[in-house]
């Protein structure tokens, strides 16, 4: 029995591991939630899995979450909030599994609470990678965790590493689906419109990680994220455009031989996948192989993608730059939305912000988190310039 | 550094793994070699590699090898002959690995004694276990023997079976390229003729394997070896017709997982894989991922292709029922190349060898010779009647 911490429980990556704990009664036991601002969502979650403690955003929604549990007359559940809240819901002693799914850099502190106190960490939040790769990963060796991604690439990797040494890797191959501009001629892109970016082929996501998805620069997060999971050079970290998604990453050795991953395009896979690691345990989550029918692949194009160029740019500077990415893109994705600027603005602004970013190296939680702020003021002082 | 025997030297396994000794000295010594019939390639191979020990097909070749190094003045290498010649090259005291590579059940006993004296075996002969594979496998399990595939397919697996336990297998794939008439109508099979047939789209072969890959008999053969190598039931190994024989196979796991094998398609890969197992060694054979293009998979269309459906039978029945189908295959593609029988009469008259042979378990390598020499002469009798 694994008795689970989940960091962002009424998001969709909380919702997909609470279903794993819902087919695996035996095997794993829900302990502690961080669970955001939705009190209904955290209220029904109290109600159905009786945790010992779950976090909220604020102390006035701990406050309201508190008084409906008392109305409903349910007890034993402790509930605090904020940052610290997170904190301890990541590292409640009884905890062996952290399931860090906070989007945003709010999950940060959390997740390497948990790292630093020794859990098994599955991970989703993908700024302790890109912006904190470098502490985080340090922290998982000195403290002897397993980090277990559980995006679908990078656990598609994980599970192909398997046929070898990390020192027999010669390089990995991350699948893109391409997004939806993939076929688009590369003069149509300064008019790329909102809605037009809001439409994603395969997964349903939410809105900045969709514009991410047509810029590419999810890729280009996936990119910085395997360099720091896997301890690789950009250059070792390929990327190969397969609008299906079926194969979810590969991993080509040093003797000519490459592993693939596929499965159904469910995040309940990856999921119990890191759960259940170093087993294998029975699922329904089938892919049906006589479906297989046409796989495609092709390489992207940098010249359409340039977030794309970005991020392998990000990913060999390290550090600050991977900070400055991060925080960039997100605002400059929030301007596209709100029409200030067009699509192609959005990578010339992270491209502007880049360069006037130093090279450095923050040794700290709070450095990654003052370097994060400084690079938003820095990109919305940037809005519309470029 | 490891010391080889190759059983089949001068045949194309032979030779990559030749070529395979030559790029790695450092790693791989041959130390001894079963060459059959060709006395030139044999001299040559013992110029080059200066054996300790070598096998000729028979006496009368032995003694003009003997003549041959004599006049060259090539001194310090034993030649013997046969099949007890055979056995002396696979169980030389200080050989490590075993290639056995051995076309038809010639290399069965050599095969056979190799593992009986404890040597690793890159196994690339199918009859060891098409015919013999219950006893073979059974003696490799006693004497702790670790059997590695040479053929694509089998060590494609092999390497996804990495990914899991055997318990949380699935069912694996084998990828089959289709063969020349995987497209054609099945109206039209019976007018199949010799010369259309020993086209092969993907690999070059001999003519007995053409023709088995016409028929996707060699793909029936790969369905029996891998149920034993894989200690699986035939139901839980699948065919998927994969044309461009990009994907090797795949390893379908209990949770939803696929692994994938890739590579060029050069049989130097799986070789060097087992040589090096459990290492993997840096190589030139290189797979260019920015050419994989297009991928397509679909169902094998056992109508058309009855002799697959016929080894699903031979492995589910297993023993005797194997040996028929093999033995009966090899006289039936005689009698379809020499003009007897017609395209569809090879799976006609195998099945009606299959019909009269009784189920029985052959426990040991002579009677299983026994067994395979009655079929071949049931199968003779029964040419040209179905």
């Not at 799914?101 to 790292?115: K, P, R």
């Not at 699922?283 to 991020?311: I, N, Y």
Request: hydrophobic letters at 45%.
């Amino acid at each position: 029995m694994k008795t689970i911490a989940i960091l962002g429980s009424t998001g969709s990556i909380g919702n997909s591991t609470l279903s794993i704990c819902e087919s695996y009664p035996d095997r794993y036991r829900v302990a502690s939630l961080a669970a955001g601002r939705n009190i209904d969502a955290a209220f029904a979650q109290c109600q159905r899995w009786m945790p010992k403690l779950i976090s909220v955003a604020t102390e006035e929604l701990a406050g309201d979450l508190r008084a409906r549990l008392k109305s409903a007359s349910i007890t034993g559940i402790e509930v605090v909030y904020g940052t610290a809240g997170t904190v301890q819901v990541a590292t409640l002693p009884e905890v062996d599994f952290v399931v860090s799914a906070i989007v945003g850099v709010a999950g940060l502190e959390a997740t390497y609470a948990a790292v630093c106190a020794g859990k098994t960490i599955g991970l989703a939040n993908k700024e302790a990678l890109v912006t904190a790769g470098e502490i985080v990963i340090e922290a998982a060796r000195k403290n002897n965790v397993a980090l277990l991604p559980i995006d679908s690439e990078h656990n598609a990797v994980h599970q192909c590493m398997r046929g070898g040494t990390p020192a027999e890797v010669k390089q990995i191959w991350l699948t893109a689906s391409g997004g939806p501009f993939r076929e688009l001629p590369l003069a149509d892109f300064e008019k790329i419109t909102v809605a037009q970016a809001l439409k994603h082929p395969t997964w349903v996501m939410g809105q900045r990680i969709t514009i991410d998805s047509a810029t590419m620069m999810n890729k280009g997060f996936e990119v910085i994220e395997a360099c720091r999971l896997f301890d690789l050079p950009a250059a070792k970290v390929q990327v190969t455009v397969h609008p299906q998604s079926t194969i979810h990453s590969l991993v080509e050795y040093i003797d000519g031989s490459i592993l693939a991953q596929l499965s159904v395009t469910d995040m309940r896979l990856p999921i119990l996948y890191a759960l259940s690691y170093p087993e294998r345990v029975e699922s329904s989550l089938t892919f049906d192989m006589k479906t297989l029918g046409q796989l495609d692949f092709s390489q992207p194009d940098l010249g359409k993608f340039p977030c794309l160029r970005l991020a392998y740019e990000a990913a060999d500077a390290g550090g600050a730059h991977c900070i400055a990415l991060n925080a960039a893109d997100e605002i400059a994705v929030a301007a596209f939305l709100a029409g200030s600027i067009p699509f192609n603005g959005i990578a010339r602004t992270i491209e502007s912000v880049l360069s006037r970013t130093p090279v450095a190296h923050p040794a700290t939680i709070a450095a990654v988190l003052q370097a994060d702020a400084d690079a938003r003021v820095l990109a919305a002082s940037l809005i519309g310039t470029t």
